[in-house]
């Protein structure tokens, strides 16, 4: 078991570009989650998914932040118009369901130039 | 406010003392986790505790539900023990795991 795998490890932008993050769960999970994590806000809540269906959102900026789960094995973010403040380490994790143990993937670190 | 407190902030011991960090949390437990994050940043779970004690090498978990209240002991502290211990809870009736801040252990020789 490979564990829950993000690609790319390390993504660089520029200013007002776009950003797709990758997230492979472990296989068989059935829930996915998206975290973000910095110095300031600590590791924070974005979405989630069960069985592919979005649940929860909450934490996802309304603007320019987006979460897909097209099929049971990969779930991308994509932030567009990026900004320095969405440098970050974004991190991915899956559980066979909900309110189970979570396993997280290495994360991506994003940098907004 | 914070619903996941963890103490201390940080903490710095001598190879083979013990530490005990703690989690208080402000809302309704459905269940709890704690997580070790490596230096590089990569987490690892340690106990998936919603209450009762749970032990796994030198690692001890204790949950007390009513209390609202977590405590990770680490007993003969080594060097590869250093990083951030974070607790996260299931509160309410969310099914997302929120965070406390963590404590930063440092171990040295």
């Known amino acids: 078991n490979a564990g829950v795998i993000q690609t790319p490890r390390h993504k660089v932008t520029g200013k007002g570009q776009e950003a797709t993050l990758w997230c492979e769960p472990i296989?068989?999970?059935?829930?996915v989650f998206w975290y973000r994590q910095t110095i300031v806000q600590g590791l924070e809540f974005l979405t989630y998914?069960?069985?592919?269906?979005?649940?929860?959102d909450s934490g996802m900026p309304k603007e320019r932040f987006s979460a897909q789960m097209p099929n049971q094995s990969h779930s991308t973010l994509k932030i567009q118009s990026t900004q320095p403040q969405d440098s970050a380490v974004y991190l991915c994790?899956?559980?066979?369901?909900?309110?189970?143990?979570?396993?997280f993937g290495a994360g991506t670190r994003l940098s907004v130039l | 406010g914070q619903q996941v407190q963890q103490s201390p902030a940080s903490l710095v011991l001598q190879e083979g003392e013990n530490a005990e960090l703690q989690c208080n949390f402000s809302?309704?437990?459905?269940?709890m986790q704690w997580f070790y994050q490596r230096p590089e940043g990569s987490l690892v779970s340690l106990f998936y505790n919603p209450s009762g004690t749970k032990q796994s090498g030198r690692l001890t978990s204790t949950t007390v539900i009513k209390e609202r209240r977590s405590s990770l002991h680490i007993s003969s502290s080594q060097i590869t023990d250093s990083g951030t211990y974070l607790c996260?809870?299931?509160?309410?009736?969310?099914?997302?795991?929120?965070f406390g801040t963590g404590t930063l252990l440092s171990v040295k020789p």
């Open positions: 296989s068989g999970h059935s829930a």
């Open positions: 994790a899956s559980s066979w369901v909900s309110q189970n143990t979570l396993y």
């Open positions: 998914f069960r069985n592919q269906a979005p649940i929860d």
């Open positions: 996260a809870i299931y509160g309410g009736s969310g099914n997302k795991l929120i």
């Open positions: 809302t309704s437990l459905n269940s």
